[in-house]
């Protein structure tokens, strides 16, 4: 099959759709499919990243709120370019403007909605949580409630990479949804790869010797991401027990991240980490992993911690829930620091190291990217030439 897939929010310098999407360049020649990612870009340009693996950027204006991406604003020129390349499947990686302009196409390809944005969970949930129940949200919000079962009629499959995100869009009437939950890249992450020198140096930048627990939190700095919460909820266990968090990320909310750790010693904000081969052996190296965003629609972080064998400390809503395991490390109540404080301590009180252990165990079970491609693909296979839209 030819896969074409439209994917407006792929950049070169990005984070986790950028390696979503360079794994799926490989993942699918291997398994005998062409894959063409369709991305805006500053220029028109068709680059052949190995064969059967095609990059095609459609020239188009920065995104005014984050110069780092661009979008899509010519619906005809992007229904050309799906023309051009004949299609056996379009895929859309956002729910947004890429893919209503892909669902007014009037190709006979069938096509795919993955939904690699949760955008209730992180903007309006979170902004008025507290202040109006969810039932009221969605209501207010019919008019993305519309649009995403409208979505659902023009597209052939809704895919969502975590079961809690799959049931509200159930819920909310998108009825071809259905999760085929992400992976890890193959061969990178892994519990072998601890080194406790390493885990020396990383405690030491935290002011803390090499009894303390070392709590590891990655990702962008960005208000859905709750790193201040996190600070506050180490900062009031810190008070009873050695703990460090070293936090790895970059992003415009870094200065308020920053702010939230009060001076702490024992709080270190670094930038990310780019070398993968670097990043699984601190992730390997730390003690456990600490997350407060309840938006994800999957948790790669998540994911490549378990896979290094980490316990992790995660919110009980969204994609970061589904990789929960009891006995390797523990789940609060999402968007609740208090309920953070008093779980952190408890996994802090009952043997982290065992936690870590039974973690370990089951780090070669995790899913990888190339399973979920499998997976995927299938899907596709199965529906090939029955498009709705034919």
């Not at 990059?55 to 920065?62: L, S, Y």
């Not at 072998?192 to 935290?206: F, K, N, S, V």
């Amino acid at each position: 099959m030819r896969i074409v897939d439209v994917c407006a929010f792929y950049t070169p310098s990005g984070g986790g759709v950028r390696t979503y999407v360079e794994r799926k360049l490989k993942a699918g020649p291997a398994t005998g499919h062409e894959i063409v990612v369709v991305a805006p870009g500053p220029d028109d340009r068709v680059t052949e990243v190995a064969p059967g693996a095609i990059i095609a950027t459609i020239a188009a204006p920065e995104f005014p709120l984050d110069r780092n991406y661009r979008y899509f604003d010519d619906e005809a020129r992007l229904h050309a370019v799906l023309d051009s390349w004949t299609p056996d499947l379009v895929e859309v990686a956002s729910p947004w403007t890429s893919a209503a302009m892909v669902g007014r196409w009037r190709g006979a390809a069938p096509r795919a909605l993955i939904m690699h944005c949760d955008f209730l969970s992180a903007y309006p949930y979170r902004w008025l949580r507290g202040l109006l129940s969810r039932e009221t949200i969605d209501r207010r919000m019919d008019w993305y409630w519309r649009h995403l079962r409208r979505l659902d009629r023009q597209f052939d499959f809704v895919v969502s990479a975590s079961e809690d995100l799959t049931r509200r869009l159930r819920e909310g009437g998108v009825g071809k949804a259905q999760t085929i939950p992400m992976g890890v890249e193959p061969g990178v992450f892994s519990p072998a790869l601890r080194d406790p020198a390493l885990r020396g140096e990383m405690l030491a930048t935290c002011g803390l010797g090499e009894d303390a627990t070392l709590l590891i939190g990655l990702g962008r700095m960005a208000p859905e991401k709750r790193w201040p919460m996190l600070c506050e909820a180490v900062l009031a266990a810190g008070s009873t027990h050695e703990i460090g968090l070293l936090l790895l990320g970059a992003g415009r909310d870094r200065a308020r991240v920053i702010r939230s750790t009060l001076g702490s010693p024992h709080i270190t904000v670094a930038p990310p980490v780019a070398d993968r081969p670097h990043l699984a052996r601190v992730l390997a190296s730390a003690d456990a992993l600490a997350h407060g965003c309840e938006a994800e629609t999957f948790c790669m972080v998540a994911a490549e911690a378990a896979a290094s064998g980490l316990p992790m400390i995660l919110p009980d809503r969204g994609g970061a829930a589904d990789h929960h395991v009891s006995g390797c490390g523990a789940r609060y109540a999402a968007c609740d620091v208090r309920d953070l404080t008093a779980q952190l301590v408890a996994f802090l009180d009952d043997r982290p190291a065992e936690h870590r252990r039974r973690a370990t165990a089951r780090a070669g079970a995790v899913r990888t990217m190339d399973q979920h491609f499998a997976a995927l693909f299938g899907l596709y296979r199965a529906g090939a030439g029955r498009s709705i839209a034919a």
